[in-house]
């Protein structure tokens, strides 16, 4: 993101990716490239140990930690202080996103975000991957989860205070590699108390900042009747809308 080509009131796009990608992502660049169309500055958070990033200490990222990215807005909004802020998060990114906003409420210094085909209830939308087509995309997510985790291994071995390791690059569902890895990391006594504490729709109604969340009525993580449901959800706050 370069400052000098742009007025300092240029808007800012900051851009959170899914699960296991990173800014070299065909949706990444798309979005950062519309956004320079439109005269504005994109610039994207990539998540520990993510595109081809290297750990600097043995922790990745997960569903609920929102520090890295509100670190990185704040340093945005410190290098770039007439500039409005905007954001937009897909999948994980938007999960993050949204539980971000809502931790923040009035405090937030984004002028508006948007979430995409955010999964919101963490354990209904794993939940859903036992159906239908869920099984193949769960396979696929973590596939990715077990590469990233396989690439930092010799840093997260390091910390020497978790068991089985071993076991970590024989998951092959995302919950399995959330029980056998994340969860740990975090300190949860539970994948279940990981994913209520990581899910972002009981934050949504504490946000300040306008939010716009898309997501398609046929989105097969959705439980039944989720969008309905998230959208009763969102009329407790005027801010938030689906």
């Not at 390091?158 to 995302?174: E, N």
């Not at 300190?187 to 398609?216: F, I, K, N, R, W």
């Amino acid at each position: 993101m370069r400052g000098g080509r742009h007025p300092a009131n240029t808007a800012v796009l900051i851009i959170l990716h899914g699960l296991s990608g990173g800014s070299q992502e065909s949706y990444i660049k798309s979005i950062a490239c519309c956004a320079a169309m439109r005269g504005m500055r994109a610039v994207v958070i990539n998540n520990r140990g993510c595109a081809g990033a290297s750990l600097a200490t043995p922790q990745a990222y997960s569903a609920a930690w929102t520090k890295d990215v509100r670190t990185a807005i704040q340093h945005i909004r410190d290098t770039h202080p007439e500039a409005p802020l905007l954001a937009v998060g897909y999948s994980l990114g938007a999960n993050i996103l949204a539980k971000c906003c809502g931790e923040d409420g009035g405090a937030s210094p984004l002028t508006a975000a948007c979430v995409v085909s955010n999964p919101y209830d963490i354990t209904a939308s794993n939940d859903m991957m036992r159906r239908g087509l869920g099984p193949i995309y769960d396979r696929v997510l973590c596939q990715g989860l077990v590469r990233t985790f396989k690439k930092h291994f010799g840093m997260f071995a390091k910390r020497g205070d978790l068991p089985d390791w071993g076991r970590v690059g024989d998951s092959h569902t995302v919950l399995e590699f959330d029980d056998r890895h994340t969860r740990r990391v975090y300190g949860y006594g539970s994948v279940e108390e990981y994913y209520e504490d990581a899910s972002s729709s009981a934050h949504l109604p504490s946000v300040a900042v306008p939010l716009l969340c898309l997501v398609a009525d046929d989105d097969f993580l959705l439980p039944r009747g989720g969008l309905d449901s998230y959208r009763r959800l969102n009329e407790r706050n005027p801010r938030v809308v689906t």
